[in-house]
C-alpha cells in the first residue's frame, strides 16, 4: 500500500454549538501503481478527504500513512493537483517558470527552467514555455498545471476535480492524456470527482461515499482493460454496466 487511511474522522468547529462530523471513520488503501477515483454527491467532504490525505488538513481521529510513514504535513512523494487551475498558475509566471516552480528550490531556477521542457513536451505544450498562463485556454492552462505536478517526478498525484471547469470535449483530451501519462509513468493516483463516467474512464477501483456524514460505501473494481482510449471506453458494456450501478446509487442516496 502507498497511502494508508485508517478510521480517519473529521470534525470542523461551529459557532457556539457541538462540532460538526462531516467524516466518520473512513478506511481506504491505495495500491502503488494503482488509480484510485473517489466518487461522491457534492459536499459530502471529497476535497476534505483529499487534504487530509495531502497533510494540508489534520485530521480529527484516525491515522494517514504514505509509504508507511504517518502524514502529518505535505508529503514530498505526493503533489497535491487543484481544481482551480487559474488560482493555482502564477500569473506573473510564465508558462516554463510555472513549470520549473516545482523544483527551483531543489535545483536552483536554471535546472529548474531546463528541467520543464520536457514535462512540457508530454503534455504537448512543448511550444509554449514563453506565454503566459492568461495567454493560454482553460484546458492548455490545466496541462501546464498537470506538467508542473508532473516536474516534481511524484510517486502520487492527488487530485481534485481537476478537469471540473474545462468544457467536455477538453475534458476528453485531458482523459487520454492522463491515461498516457499513467502508462508511461508508475504513478499512483488518487482523483477525487463527482463525474461518474470520468471515475469509470480512469481508475482502477472507484470508491463511492456517503453523502454527509461521510463513510466509504463501497468500494469498486473497474475491471476495465488497459490501454484504454476515452471514447471507445464508452461504448463497452462494462462501462455503461457500471455507469449505471454507480449513477443509480448517487442518486438514490439523495431519495
Ligand atoms: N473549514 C471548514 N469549516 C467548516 N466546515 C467545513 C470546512 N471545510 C469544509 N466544511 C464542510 O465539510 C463538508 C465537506 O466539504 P468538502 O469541500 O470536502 O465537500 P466536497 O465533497 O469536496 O464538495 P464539492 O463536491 O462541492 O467539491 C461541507 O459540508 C462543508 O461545508
Ligand atoms: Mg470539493
Redesign the pocket.
Known amino acids: 500500500m502507498l497511502l494508508e487511511l485508517d478510521a480517519v474522522s473529521k470534525e470542523?468547529p461551529t459557532r457556539g454549538g457541538p462540532p460538526?462530523r462531516?467524516m466518520d471513520r473512513v478506511s481506504l488503501d491505495v495500491r502503488a501503481g494503482e488509480f484510485m477515483a473517489v466518487l461522491?454527491p457534492?459536499?459530502?467532504?471529497?476535497?476534505?478527504?483529499l487534504q487530509m490525505a495531502a497533510g494540508l488538513l489534520p485530521v480529527t481521529s484516525g491515522t494517514v500513512r504514505l509509504a508507511g510513514r504517518p502524514v502529518t504535513a505535505p508529503p514530498p512523494e505526493a503533489v497535491y493537483v487543484f481544481q482551480q487551475y487559474s488560482r493555482s498558475l502564477l500569473p506573473w509566471r510564465t508558462v516554463r517558470d510555472n513549470v520549473a516552480f516545482a523544483t527551483e528550490h531543489r535545483v536552483g531556477r536554471k535546472r529548474a527552467r531546463a528541467a520543464a521542457e520536457e514535462p512540457l513536451a508530454q503534455v504537448g505544450l512543448g511550444g509554449f514555455g514563453d506565454h503566459f498562463p492568461w495567454q493560454l485556454s482553460g484546458g492548455m492552462q490545466q496541462r501546464v498545471a498537470i506538467a508542473r505536478a508532473l516536474a516534481a517526478e511524484p510517486a502520487m498525484l492527488l487530485m481534485d476535480?481537476p478537469f471540473s471547469a474545462v468544457d467536455a470535449l477538453t475534458r476528453l483530451d485531458l482523459h487520454a492524456l492522463v491515461l498516457e501519462i499513467c502508462a508511461r509513468r508508475s504513478l499512483t493516483v488518487l482523483l477525487?470527482t463527482?463525474d461518474v463516467e470520468e471515475a469509470i474512464t480512469l481508475a482502477d477501483r472507484i470508491a463511492v461515499l456517503t453523502p454527509?456524514p461521510t463513510t466509504v460505501a463501497e468500494v469498486i473494481e473497474v475491471g476495465i482493460d488497459r490501454p484504454r482510449d476515452p471514447v471507445a471506453t464508452r461504448e463497452l458494456p462494462r462501462f455503461l454496466e457500471l455507469r449505471h450501478a454507480l449513477l443509480d446509487r448517487l442518486m438514490t442516496r439523495h431519495g
Open positions: 470542523f460538526a462531516v461522491g457534492s459536499g459530502c467532504g471529497k476535497s476534505t478527504l476535480e477525487v463527482h454527509r
